[in-house]
């Protein structure tokens, strides 16, 4: 009988810098263990739900997190040395706004029932991070969608609507309960959490115990 594949959930958010540097250290740990069944699932966070649903202007983000520019140059400097050497030109100055990313989260959610979260995902962090487009843009979104190989006009008329909102919400709400607390968190086999962008041997390592160890059935984690 064949083994189940391995889930991994990635709980993440779009806004994040880190999750991107993340998601180059999450291939790399894949392509290692590439003889080996895995179900990578992207799953929603948010840093910052105080965010209004349209965004708010980026330098008024910036100094009250980080007190102004200055600071965020600072904060950023590790960042961007992190994102070169997994070759991401991040872009940070041309972002014009922070956004609350529920509506992003939303689309990572429906392109799972296609098969293209990981070109959603990787669509939307470019999106934002290099491209500095607004996260908070239905417009956006759709085309970013429609480009990883979504349906437009499906993604359009949902994104439109309220679908899925609230279950985006819970699911957010469900990854604080279980203790997420900074993102990326890898979630390996229902049984490791790895926090942080760790280095691809950390998330090999992890899924080398799983394989070893077989896998925890905890549906009630892992929801749909």
Request: with cysteine; glycine share 8%.
């Given at each position: 009988m064949q083994s189940p594949a391995?889930?991994?959930?990635?709980?993440?958010?779009?806004?994040?810098?880190?999750?991107?540097?993340?998601?180059?250290?999450?291939?790399?740990?894949?392509?290692?263990?590439?003889?080996?069944?895995?179900?990578?699932r992207w799953r929603p966070f948010q840093l910052d739900a105080t965010i209004p649903e349209g965004?708010?202007?980026r330098q008024e983000y910036l100094a009250n997190k980080f007190g102004g520019a200055e600071g965020a140059a600072e904060v950023y400097k590790s960042v961007r040395e992190a994102g070169a050497a997994e070759d991401i030109p991040f872009n940070f100055e041309g972002i014009t706004r922070s956004p609350n990313t529920v509506?992003?989260?939303?689309?990572?959610?429906?392109?799972?029932?296609?098969g293209l979260q990981d070109q959603v995902v990787e669509g939307l962090f470019k999106l934002y991070f290099i491209d500095g487009g607004d996260l908070t843009d239905n417009d956006a979104l759709v085309e970013a969608a429609g480009a990883a190989g979504m349906d437009r006009e499906i993604v359009e008329r949902l994104i439109n609507s309220d679908a899925d909102i609230e279950e985006t919400k819970n699911e957010i709400a469900l990854a604080q309960k279980m203790g997420v607390t900074g993102v990326p968190t890898f979630i390996v086999g229902q049984?490791?959490?790895?926090?942080?962008?760790?280095?691809?041997?950390?998330?090999?390592?992890?899924?080398a115990k799983v394989m070893e160890e077989g896998v925890q059935e905890l549906p009630e984690e892992r929801p749909s």
């Open positions: 391995i889930p991994l959930d990635v709980v993440s958010d779009v806004m994040c810098p880190w999750c991107y540097i993340g998601k180059r250290r999450l291939e790399q740990a894949l392509a290692a263990t590439a003889a080996v069944d895995i179900d990578v965004g708010m202007d509506n992003a989260h939303r689309v990572i959610r429906w392109s799972h029932s296609v049984k490791y959490a790895i926090v942080g962008a760790q280095g691809p041997e950390i998330i090999a390592g992890a899924i």
